[in-house]
């Protein structure tokens, strides 16, 4: 008993990466606030019709005998004015502009938790209220949950605004900057969430094949079903392919074993981790299919594979290199003034911009002799008018130099290289980095005033 | 630690324990408790022979020369349920047709598209085709053909026509 407890813990509850869940968030987020950006300012989706605000304003408009909200819809509105009231369009686009601003928010990780309530109460408004004349279709409700669930774990600890403006506080407070170590990233309750996701599918899954068991049973299997449904798909959305397709029942009917195998066996890329890859893979690829040859789009499902990354990631993942390869695959030293509040900022910035992990921090105050030895020829006063960069080679950068030559290591500052190799560049970036340097110089806590 | 993994677990419990009773089939069968729902889609069997039939309304122009432009639920402003029970009662071949006579649900149709469509139609019309499966390269264009049809300038509308 106690080791079914002590394996029913660790499924749940052993330290993970806060890095998967904090991607998970973004991906999920992400892909919601996608279809409510996408559907109103470009063109209607059908992966989530009630996601266009126009469509929202379009069903107030419909006749009021054909309302029928599900309890998710009342309770919601319930602050409104009671048990089943219909909203209006003024509070359905205060709704939609709640979930766009808190969807940026939790995308960012900024109030992380906050947003994230927001953007899952809004949007679970907007979907139920799309749904509440009738039509039902199936495509965004894991989503739906899969937000509740992230608000409650621990999904803003990384990769968020939040996790650096902790990290700033913290650095400030003390003055000193520590850079993440792999202790820091992960956590007991990272993993919960995204396994609520995963089983979450499992069930799903589960359901859609005992479905056709139950109502289908063996029939479902004689290569007529499937034909009738992508004939029938194929002329409803336009898909000359699974027309096509509909002309192969013997093809048909090994594509539907393989599929209610999948559906019936999802358990495995849970309970198997060597299996969460083909599995992902098999998932990813059954749903880009369905929209190819019968139209219906799985967006978010395929979007919610997310929740498996940690699954993918350890299978993935190479062996540790020795040492000496270890050393040769580049490290990137930033030799910084570590009693400057602005310099402890960049470096908590560029810390957590490392997706990598290919930077080693100096403090030039408290660790000058690591800094001579790695940049030889470097002195302590030119250390500390600019922040120095150490390059795989050798090579020593400094200023805005040191910041250019960073962006090319840290992919996030990718976006940013076209403007800091731009002709003039520079030029004028040296200038504005001294007039930076001076400004930090005048608020910093300076190597002479603090005494140390 | 022990009040967090406590929470965690009230949530989890509460999530997979009710996706599981909307799964399974004496707790199922309901989407009332969306977003907790199960997923029968694409379940039922079909045989050899069935066919597929894609129907299309169409409003014709005063004017002769100009071509019928296609009518759907969005147009007319009524959600697509109701829509293709419209449809369906109109042709009298499916489950969940409205319980309305005919001409009602033909006059029904009539003023919403009065309503709705601007522009100065006279006539619309229910068309059809029918796909047996399986399909082969010689039945995957199958010739549309008129179901019905009706005048919309005057009311009540009347029916003038039925194809089989």
């Not at chain 1, 605004?161 to 170590?181: K, N, P, V």
């Not at chain 1, 859609?208 to 068991?213: E, G, I, P, R």
């Not at chain 1, 599929?259 to 992902?280: D, I, K, M, N, R």
Request: hydrophobic share 50%; aromatic share 10%; net charge positive.
């Amino acid at each position: 008993m106690g080791r079914l407890m002590r394996r029913f813990d660790a499924h749940w509850f052993a330290p993970a990466p806060l890095g998967e869940l904090a991607a998970a968030r973004i991906v999920l987020v992400g892909t919601q606030l996608f279809l409510l950006l996408y559907g109103t300012l470009v063109a209607s989706l059908r992966a989530c019709p009630a996601c266009s605000l126009d469509y929202q304003l379009w069903l107030t408009g419909i006749d009021a005998s054909t309302y029928l909200p599900r309890p998710a819809l009342k309770v919601l509105l319930l602050p409104l004015g009671g048990w089943g009231v219909r909203p209006d369009p003024m509070f359905l686009h205060a709704v939609w502009w709640t979930a766009v601003v808190s969807g940026i928010g939790a995308f960012v990780g900024m109030y992380t938790r906050l947003s994230l309530l927001c953007f899952a109460a809004a949007n679970t408004l907007l979907i139920a209220h799309g749904y509440a004349y009738h039509e039902l279709h199936h495509t965004e409700a894991l989503l739906i949950i899969m937000l509740w669930v992230l608000a409650f774990g621990p999904s803003g600890r990384a990769l968020s605004l939040d996790d650096i403006r902790s990290r700033i506080r913290i650095g400030l407070a003390g003055m000193q900057f520590r850079a993440r170590t792999p202790e820091d990233e992960i956590d007991t309750f990272a993993r919960w969430p995204l396994r609520v996701g995963q089983w979450l599918m499992v069930l799903a899954y589960l359901s859609a094949a005992l479905s056709k068991l139950r109502n289908g049973g063996l029939d479902w299997f004689n290569g007529e079903t499937l034909t009738y449904y992508l004939a029938s798909d194929g002329l409803a959305y336009g898909r000359p392919l699974g027309l096509w397709l509909s002309g192969f029942p013997t093809l048909a009917t090994l594509l539907s074993i393989a599929t209610v195998a999948f559906e019936a066996t999802f358990a495995l890329a849970v309970l198997v981790p060597a299996l969460a890859l083909p599995y992902v893979l098999g998932g990813v690829l059954l749903h880009l299919s369905i929209f190819a040859v019968q139209g219906p789009p799985f967006l978010q499902t395929t979007a919610l594979y997310i929740v498996f990354i940690g699954a993918v990631r350890r299978r993935r993942a190479a062996p540790e290199p020795a040492p000496e390869a270890r050393a040769r695959r580049g490290r990137w030293t930033i030799v910084f003034d570590g009693l400057c509040p602005i310099c402890i900022r960049t470096a908590v910035l560029l810390d957590a911009l490392d997706l990598r992990r290919r930077l080693d921090f100096i403090d030039l105050e408290r660790e000058w002799t690591t800094a001579a030895l790695e940049a030889p020829g470097l002195t302590l006063e030119e250390a500390r008018h600019a922040m120095h960069v150490i390059d795989p080679a050798g090579g020593i950068h400094r200023g805005f130099f040191a910041f250019r030559s960073l962006a090319r290591a840290l992919p996030p500052l990718w976006p940013a290289l076209p403007l800091l190799y731009a002709p003039l560049a520079a030029r004028i970036g040296p200038k504005l980095y001294d007039r930076v340097a001076r400004r930090r110089r005048g608020e910093a806590c300076s190597y002479a005033t603090c005494g140390v | 630690m022990r009040l967090r993994k406590g929470f965690a677990l009230m949530i989890i419990a509460g999530v997979l324990g009710f996706q599981l009773r909307v799964i399974l089939p004496r707790g199922g069968g309901t989407d009332w408790f969306w977003p907790f729902i199960n997923y029968p889609m694409y379940s039922a069997a079909h045989y050899a022979g069935e066919a597929v039939r894609p129907r299309e309304l169409r409003i014709v122009p005063c004017e002769p020369g100009r071509p019928a432009r296609p009518v759907d639920w969005h147009l007319l402003r009524i959600p697509k349920f109701r829509y293709r029970a419209v449809v369906r009662t109109l042709v009298s071949d499916g489950p969940r047709t409205l319980s309305m006579p005919d001409t009602a649900v033909v006059a029904r149709l009539s003023r919403l598209i009065r309503e709705h469509v601007p522009g100065n139609y006279c006539t619309a019309e229910l068309w059809g085709r029918t796909f047996v499966l399986p399909l082969s390269a010689a039945s995957l264009d199958p010739p549309w053909h008129r179901i019905k049809s009706w005048r919309l300038a005057t009311e009540p509308a009347e029916t003038t026509g039925r194809a089989p």
